[in-house]
């Protein structure tokens, strides 16, 4: 069964900092790879996606991933982080084939940014 | 944008009563709706796949006579916790697909349950 690991439970920055949170899945095969934020109060939102193509996947907000599937990883960065961005992220992962739909989680991380 | 309703958000119940949380998708089809359950400072687990006009499967450990699935309608699965105890406190979230086509999972707003 497929694992997802993210690598910071707490990450605390100032604004403008710049912001890369880790996430590693093991897997061997095709994988669905997903980031969701959970701002706080609120349900989860899709961040960004990767199905295919281009490993460098840009998704709302600033935010953009990177898939480099020779380490099994796909994490998340911002160049820039605001106020607003504090949240909790979550990395998610669905195997390729007839389980797709089936999200895998991380533990997910909490942003705090500091104005 | 696809949009999956929970109801309620919010539910507090004494010990020994049971809890129903409906999930709707609203404006598509899901055949398939998933449940989750978010234990303080962890992470999502899925408890369990809904599969519209069949049995739901269940996640390793996961309890199939205390939480039960209906997918009744391609809109619609709802979650009971029958006899809840304040272990079943929890936040429960279900999610949704678009039937076909590779999109990914829509989420509703999340149910808080607190049993006393």
């Known amino acids: 069964a497929q694992s997802v690991s993210q690598h910071n439970h707490h990450v605390i920055l100032s604004e403008a900092a710049s912001l890369e949170l880790g996430c590693n899945y093991s897997y061997g095969g095709t994988v669905n790879l997903f980031w969701y934020v959970q701002y706080p109060g609120q349900h989860l939102q899709l961040l960004l996606k990767y199905f295919s193509g281009d490993p460098l996947v840009k998704g709302i907000k600033g935010f953009e991933a990177e898939f480099i599937k020779s380490k099994f990883s796909f994490n998340l960065r911002k160049p820039s982080v605001q106020w607003s961005d504090t949240a909790e992220y979550f990395c998610a992962v669905v195997a390729g084939g007839t389980s797709y739909g089936k999200l895998t989680f991380g533990q997910g991380t909490i942003l705090t940014v500091h104005p | 944008g696809a949009v999956v309703s929970q109801h309620p958000s919010r539910v507090i119940c004494k010990s020994g009563t049971s809890v129903k949380i409906e999930c709707r998708s609203l404006d598509f089809q899901a055949t398939t709706m998933f449940w989750y359950r978010q234990f303080p400072k962890q992470s999502l687990m899925l408890m369990a796949t809904s599969n519209e006009g069949s049995k739901a499967t269940y996640e390793q450990g996961v309890e199939k006579d205390k939480f039960l699935i209906n997918h009744a309608s391609l809109t619609l699965s709802t979650l009971t916790v029958t006899s809840a105890h304040p272990e079943d406190s929890s936040f429960y979230i279900c999610?949704?697909?678009?039937?076909?086509?590779?999109?990914?999972?829509?989420f509703g707003n999340g149910t808080r349950l607190t049993v006393t």
């Open positions: 999610s949704a697909r678009v039937v076909g086509g590779h999109s990914p999972l829509h």
